[in-house]
Structure formats: C-alpha cells, structure tokens
C-alpha cells in the first residue's frame, strides 16, 4: 500500500478536511482508499457521513483486533478509522501506524493517515528524544502550510531538520487555504516557489464550498463536483500518484 501522511506544520491548516477530499477524489479512480485519524480531534469522520454523537473509535480499544471493529465505509466506497474519544499515547498511535500494514488489501491501495500537528514527522538520531512517526522507504509525507510569517519561519526550521537527518521518505510542503486576492500571500507563494525545495507547484483554494461540505458531512467532490476546491483536490491526487511512481 502507498502510506501518505498528511499534517499541518502548524495546528489549524485544515489537515483533516485535506485527508478527507483527497481521499475520495482518490478513490474515483477505482482503487481502494483507506483514512486513518490519528488526530485526538477525531473529526475526521465527520467528513465522511458520521453521526455528530459517535464518538468512539481505535483509541476505545485495547488491541488493533477490537480496533478493527470501529472501520467504516462512506457512500464513496472510502474505509475510514475514528481516533475515538480516549487520548492516545505517542506509543499508541505509531503501535496503530505499524498495524495497519496488517490490513489486507492490494498493492495499488492507498492509505491516508491524519497527524496531529504537535508530533514531529520527521526521524531523528536515536540519542535525542523528539516524537517522530515510524516512516519508511516510499512513504509520502506532506506538511500542510498557509501563506504567512509564522509559516514562513517554520518551514525554514523544517528545512533544516531535514538537511541534519537522513530519509528514504519523500517530503512535500503543500500551500492550503490560499487567498487568491491577497499581496503577501501571493509574494510568499513565489517566494517560497523559486527558493525552496519539496514544494509542491500548485496550491488548495481556500473555498467556501469546504465549509458548506464539512456542515452536511461531506466533501467537495459530492457537493460541489465543479468547483474551483474539487479541482484542486484532483490536482493533489495526480501530483501525488506521480510521485508515488517515481
């Protein structure tokens, strides 16, 4: 399976809703999709048709078999896992990462994970004791980011992160919530385009039509299949599924 982790380099980006268009934008082309929420938040459900009052989920359980009970499907055919409403330990959430390679399904499925932003993606030498996610060869990272300073500051310390640790993952920036009719976040998008690596050449809309979705527990794709939000959703599915072949 491609293993996709999907996180905001800061909290609020919008990492949930990202998870949840792209998967069933994703799933249009026929394969099987599978989102899982590692975020306390747990709300990622919600994006897929969940009752406002269901609320329980993996972190209910105390192994991944009575956890396999909470799995959904959505009127798209996308297989989703709540994160519950029990607070997760880091031990628990990576144990929840790695047991997930235990789901039988094929090759060309997708596997979308939602991170919390306060956990560091990135691995670090073992003799210093920051949270990282068990990454591995052909895992597909993208840390969400919207055109601002705090941003700005971040990806730069991300950056250097990066260059002291060795990966076999791939890492992407991806611009989300982006204001089309604002100055700076026009000059930062360029900025950002011609000066740093990873970023991806494209950027996601900030949409009224996201909210609208969110309120009817739903997505993009089904509410608003013309909109300028779906076309960005569908741009982020093909820049990944090339990247996933390289």
Not at 213 to 223: E, G, K
């Amino acid at each position: 399976m491609q293993r996709i982790f999907i996180k905001g380099i800061k909290g609020g980006i919008g990492s949930t809703s990202v998870v949840a268009n792209l998967a069933c934008v994703l799933k249009k082309s026929d394969v099987d999709v599978v989102a899982i929420d590692l975020d306390a938040k747990s709300d990622l459900g919600l994006h897929f048709g969940l009752k406002w009052t269901a609320t329980k989920g993996w972190s209910n359980e105390s192994t991944f078999d009575d956890a396999l009970l909470h799995f959904r499907k959505d009127s798209d055919g996308v297989l989703f896992l709540p994160h519950g409403d029990n607070e997760a330990t880091l031990d628990e959430i990576i144990a929840t990462i790695n047991n997930c390679k235990k789901l039988d399904y094929k090759e060309s499925a997708w596997i979308l994970f939602d991170c919390p932003s306060h956990i560091n993606i990135s691995h670090y030498p073992s003799h210093i004791n920051i949270s990282h996610y068990p990454l591995e060869e052909n895992d597909i990272v993208i840390e969400l980011v919207t055109c601002d300073a705090i941003c700005h500051s971040l990806i730069y310390k991300r950056l250097q992160t990066l260059k002291s640790v060795e990966s076999s993952w791939k890492h992407f920036f991806v611009v989300n919530r982006y204001n089309a009719a604002s100055v700076l976040e026009f000059d930062l998008f360029s900025l950002w385009q011609s000066t740093l690596p990873f970023m991806a050449p494209f950027f996601i809309n900030s949409d009224e039509v996201i909210k609208e979705a969110t309120a009817n527990r739903n997505v993009a794709l089904n509410c608003a299949p013309y909109s300028v939000a779906n076309d960005d959703f569908e741009t982020l599915a093909g820049w990944l599924v090339s990247k996933a072949a390289n």
